[in-house]
């Protein structure tokens, strides 16, 4: 009788583990999902940046307009941080460190390395990332 | 054909599709060759006639009412639907998703091959650019095939929840049993919803997931096929399915399961020989190849497990000699490849740069106990997982008391020896910051072990449907 009791329990808590697994899912699964998606579609460097609290969204959307897709930007600093969500959000550019390439090349690989007028000067772009914002420089 | 049985054999059509592609896809980039766009259709048209020749033995059980298997069918297609809807509206929408897999599957949609910049050239910005390559690779071939390649996300969720439900059914379940483990599997919080390792986040962790889970499924019913396959995919997914092949391996080796151990070292070395060249050709760009010293090594692995086991069953060697034994076996499974990864790979990348500094472990040996209570928080206490950690475990104890035996040995061993590589990441890890690490990895790794929890609950309960369910035996009948 115990016994039959304890196993009705263990079926029980798997009655409760899929009740609240299920009625989770039009809140916290569909609906958040729809929200996520939403506010993706928006602004994907603003979503990924300012949504982790890293600054540089402005600067991913000022590249996107100004720097064209079959080029190299040169970058430096910080390996890990902002600066890992720059190859998917200006993709087909590649980033490449400028201790390979500095930025008095012209070229990279076959691409053009980026060059811009920024803040009053011209030259080569060179993104500078740390572990919470992403700049650019222009050398 | 029961519906049990057409699950089974497209969920064995489904791995061996992703071992056939995966694995020559894999060969032909390892050969610095171009993947041609037909290996897909031709890989997975490979899998479904072999798998429609699969013959097993199915137990003599109620496959329940159909409106109970309806009924299921129509929540985990929600659930898929939901998935599908997160994978295709976007690419990825968490920070590993979009900065590691989804700019390799980009560029490996382009061009199916390694010979381009982006995976050759150091100085381009590639993040972790030793990691296996089977995920980005299908999604790029499904990519230029189809044009949505991330329909793979919803296809590893049915594949799991596929799992479970036919591993209860052939564990000796009702049809009701299998249904419910099913449905607990897919509306699972973490890996259904939309969070980092969850299956449309774009991460690897709930493809591992699948493979774990398969192996899971193996271990319970036996079954050489999916511990073969489950095991090859582990490590052609994610570095971690390295030590996890290597666990299941000694155990194996230490029950001294000869036909399973076959089957498991095959997947796994077979595994290793594809991926841990590759890996090193990532690394050096294409310089130098490793391949004959790999095959060599993983060739003389193959015989010491293979030569030692049958030299033991000779000998009639019982588990305590096989213990004594396994002072040498253990450290040859567990640590000598990630050590060879360390070893062939970038030592200041993914695992290398956990295994650069062993003794970082033993200098933080008093955090043990804070990583042993986050896994419970986590794990537990935080609602991510609902009751997937704590119902294997109550049911276990239950089964125990109540037949006075443990159901599915094989595969609780298998959980509990690989239960350490869940606390290893934090004892070597180069990140210092516990807190934030215990956060942002622990749910990943559980990931991994949340179909195996379903399965070792359904292993649990369907020992309890057997017993109903049998039919009465000659003893029985004398009984009688």
Known sequence: ?139 | MTAGALLDRAIVAMLIALAVVGGSALAVLAAHGTVPDWLLPAGVAIAVVVAMRRCIAWPPVSSGRPVEWLLALAIVLACASSIGYGALATPSRHWDGACVWDVKTWWLTQTPSLQQPFFRDGAVYCHSRDYPLLQPLLIGLGERLLGGGRVLFPLLFLLQTGLVGVAALRAGGRGRTACLLAVACAVTPWTTGTNAGSFDSGYADAFLGCCVTAVAAGLLLADRTLLLLGTFLLLLVKPEGLPYGGVLVLLLWLRGETVLLRAAAAGWLGGAILWLPLQHDLHVAGQSAVWWPVAGGVLALALLLLGSDALLHRRGARLRTRAIAAVVVAPLCVLAPPLLMLELGDATASMGSFLQVPGRALARLSWLPAVVGGSAEFGLLRGGFGLTFLLPIVALLVARWRDGALPAPRLCWFVLLAAPLLLAPFLLSPIDDLAHHLRSRLPRLFVHWAGAMWILTGAALCGRDRQVFSPPTARDATAA
């Not at chain 1, 982790?52 to 590249?63: I, K, N, P, S, T």
């Open chain 1, 1 to 139: 009788m115990k016994r039959d009791w304890l196993t009705a329990t263990v079926w029980l808590l798997l009655v409760v583990h899929i009740v609240w697994g299920a009625a989770r899912l039009p809140t916290r699964v569909a609906q958040r999902r729809s929200e996520e998606i939403a506010l993706y579609r928006r602004d994907p460097a603003a979503f990924f940046l300012d949504g982790d609290h890293l600054r540089g969204a402005e600067v991913v959307h000022w590249l996107q307009q100004n720097v064209p897709p079959d080029s190299v930007l040169l970058w430096h600093g910080d390996y890990a941080g902002a600066i890992e969500f720059v190859p998917a959000l200006l993709l087909p550019r590649l980033l490449v460190s400028d201790a390979v390439c500095p930025p008095e090349r012209v070229s990279y690989a076959g691409r053009q390395v980026a060059r811009g007028s920024r803040g009053g000067r011209t030259g080569t772009l060179v993104l500078v990332g740390s572990r919470d914002a992403i700049t650019l420089e222009v050398r």
